[in-house]
């Protein structure tokens, strides 16, 4: 007895290890290519780290200052040696650029300082003061503060138009510096119409598709996917083709109607609606075609046995048997749409653009990798809420 249970926990040990070694390669391509990235996104969205790095004696003693006080003289002193050995080492630049996003003409007032304290050194704070009145002002000394945290919460909080006062406490940004919430209210607009106008197009696409035999069915399913094996630039070259000024759309109203002046549609929220939908009707289409095979046709068929008409029959017998497909099709549709980036870019105007263009615009052309990350935080923040939401959704139907 004692060897027929020793062979089935060696059995079970076997097996438990062989599913391991089969799981491996999966888990760790999941860590090098998703959990790190968005480890690293993380760690760079909470750093702040160009004062800590070339002035570090001076963020240390500015983590001990008061909010909305003077210094001592021993900060005082370091920031004057740590600003000399700056200027040697070229990164006074950095440091007032930084600055300067915080407190506008923080550059001038570094270039200012760092130009006097090359003839007069060591300084005290009347020395500061004397070079330039703005030094005897709290607000800029807890400007220097704010940027010497470390883990900082200046990204994160500016990616939702916050950021700390002079007293250490979270407010708004000023109105003609805020400028993240619209963008991102935009993609969420942006994003929902998109995924209900490919709703309302799908579900009665895949119907239709569905009640076709299978033949007409794979060559009908065939036409409808063929933009997904198409390259997006390839479709969104099309659609310039099409919508341009002088495109083909402009030529035919143009000969059914001479005279008409060409309609301006590239570059517009039209434009870049078709795009996004031409884009994401496969993703939708997939998960609602599916479910619709699924679901059994008698049960419409008895519905309308029993005096419900077509309309109401479909709307609340059929449709509801397909609510899974319908919830994970949004789900896919709202999630991309979040993050896509190409088709607004060169479909949309400048005032369609997106959270995604914004990302890029922060890590290519700025260089500002911490910006980047904490946009992308609030990104990766809004697909939990809508997976978390799908997936309430999902346990919710199979409790029903």
């Known amino acids: 007895m004692k060897d027929i249970r020793r062979a ?22 999941m860590t090098v290519f998703f959990v790190l990235p968005i480890g690293g996104i993380l760690k760079e969205s909470a750093t702040d780290p160009v004062i800590t790095k070339n002035l570090p004696r001076t963020a240390e003693l500015l983590s001990q200052l008061q909010w909305n006080t003077l210094p001592d003289a021993p900060l005082v002193a370091a920031l004057g040696s740590e600003l000399l050995q700056a200027d040697q080492k070229g990164t006074v630049g950095a440091i007032s650029r930084r600055l300067n996003t ?10 200012k300082t760092v130009s006097a304290i090359k003839r007069d050194f060591p300084l005290t704070l009347a020395d500061m003061a004397g070079i330039d009145k703005r030094w005897s002002d709290p607000a800029y000394w807890s400007a220097l503060k704010r940027a010497s945290g470390t883990p900082s919460s200046y990204y994160l909080l500016a990616a939702v138009d916050l950021k700390r006062d002079d007293f250490g406490s979270v407010a708004k940004q000023p109105e003609h510096v805020a400028t993240f919430l619209p963008i991102l209210l935009r993609t969420l607009v942006i994003s929902i119409v998109v995924t209900a ?63 008409v002046q060409p309609l301006e549609m590239l570059y517009t929220d039209f434009s870049m609606y078709l795009g996004l939908i031409h884009l994401m009707l496969p993703f939708m289409l997939v998960p609602i ?10 049960t419409k068929k008895a519905a309308l046995s ?35 980036y190409t088709t607004p870019v060169l479909l949309g105007g400048a ?38 939401l799908g997936a309430r959704f999902f346990v919710k139907e199979r409790a029903d």
Do not use: H
């Open 102 to 111: 915080d407190v506008s003409g923080y550059r001038s007032l570094l270039t």
């Open 306 to 340: 029993l005096g419900a008409r077509p309309l109401p029959a479909f709307l609340r017998v059929f449709l509801p048997q397909c609510a899974r497909g319908i919830g994970s099709g949004c789900a896919i549709v709202f999630i991309l749409t979040l993050g896509t």
């Open 8 to 29: 089935a926990r060696r059995s079970r040990r076997i097996d438990d290890l062989t599913a391991l070694l089969l799981t491996l390669p999966l888990l760790v391509f």
């Open 197 to 259: 106008i490919c709703v309302i197009v799908t579900v009665p696409l895949s119907y239709f598709i569905s009640n076709l035999s299978e033949k007409r069915a794979a060559i009908a399913l065939f036409f409808v996917m063929l933009p997904f094996w198409t390259s997006a630039l390839v479709r969104i070259t099309g659609w310039t083709v099409l919508l341009q000024k002088d495109g083909i759309v402009n030529q035919v109203i143009q000969l059914a109607s001479p005279g």
């Open 351 to 388: 005032g369609q653009q997106m959270l995604s263009y914004f990302i890029s615009f922060y890590t290519n052309q700025q260089l500002n990798w911490n910006m980047a990350a904490a946009l992308s935080v609030v990104l990766l923040i809004m697909t939990i809420i809508v997976c978390r």
């Open 289 to 298: 075609y599916t479910a619709m095979r699924q679901v059994d046709p008698l």
